[in-house]
């Protein structure tokens, strides 16, 4: 496994918050690293937000999940590149050519721009997903534990840098795919935390022991009263 500073190990989702809400939190947070801008920020504040964010010293998580036409998803994945975004999310099920011309644009966007490349994360299956949702609303015969390696297989096949997984995949995607394939674990609740609407959850030192790269952490710190104690305590679960 990687060594790294569990501060580089916490992306800290802003998800919920206005532009101005959410730069002056990430200002406020204590060895803050990365942040994820999620869709609604994103629609908010427009593209500036990266930047404005990487003026902070940030980096930057653009979770945006694109899934389109192989053509779109490539224009997309190089002006979000072009930007400075260091992680960015496709869906898996887009498909092989959607996904390699989208990590061919990235790189090219990012080199335009004097930036290095940026890694494409494959969404799998969502983590509010549960099992018979899936069958019963899409019609997928799959189960969980078959849908996510296969995706992620794909993914992988197509030169995609990673993937976003619950932490309860880790372990087996982990095992398929060796470092430095990262996994970009949402569903994470530190102890007495409180799940929400995330089915399938689990702690960030459990979730990094199973093979985890990098753990998206939301709510437990942002709607916390101190965000920079909470995000300090989830540091320490990481040293324990």
Request: proline content about 6%; charged content about 20%; aromatic content about 4%.
């Amino acid at each position: 496994m990687t060594t790294l500073h569990p501060a580089d190990r916490i992306i800290v989702a802003l998800d919920g918050m206005a532009p101005e809400q959410a730069l002056a939190f990430a200002k406020q947070v204590d060895d803050l690293r990365w942040v994820k801008v999620g869709l609604e920020l994103f629609v908010q504040a427009g593209p500036q937000v990266v930047a404005q964010f990487r003026e902070q010293g940030l980096r930057v998580f653009l979770d945006l999940k694109f899934h389109d036409i192989p053509a779109t998803m490539a224009g997309a994945c190089r002006r979000a590149a072009a930007l400075g975004a260091e992680l960015i999310t496709v869906h898996a099920c887009a498909g092989s050519e959607a996904l390699k011309v989208a990590q061919a644009a990235a790189r090219d966007g990012a080199a335009g721009a004097g930036l290095p490349a940026p890694t494409l994360l494959a969404v799998t299956v969502l983590t509010s997903w549960d099992e018979q949702r899936l069958q019963r609303e899409l019609s997928i015969a799959q189960g969980i534990a078959e849908r996510v390696p296969a995706l992620a297989q794909l993914s992988a096949t197509a030169g995609i840098g990673g993937c976003v997984c619950s932490p309860l995949e880790a372990a087996a995607l982990r095992a398929q795919h060796p470092e430095p394939f990262a996994l970009v674990t949402p569903g994470i609740r530190p102890k007495g935390a409180a799940v929400g609407d995330q089915a399938r959850v689990m702690g960030p030192s459990e979730a990094i022991a199973a093979g985890a790269s990098q753990l998206v952490i939301g709510r437990p710190i942002t709607k916390s009263d101190d965000p920079s104690a909470a995000f300090a305590y989830c540091c320490g679960e990481l040293r324990t």
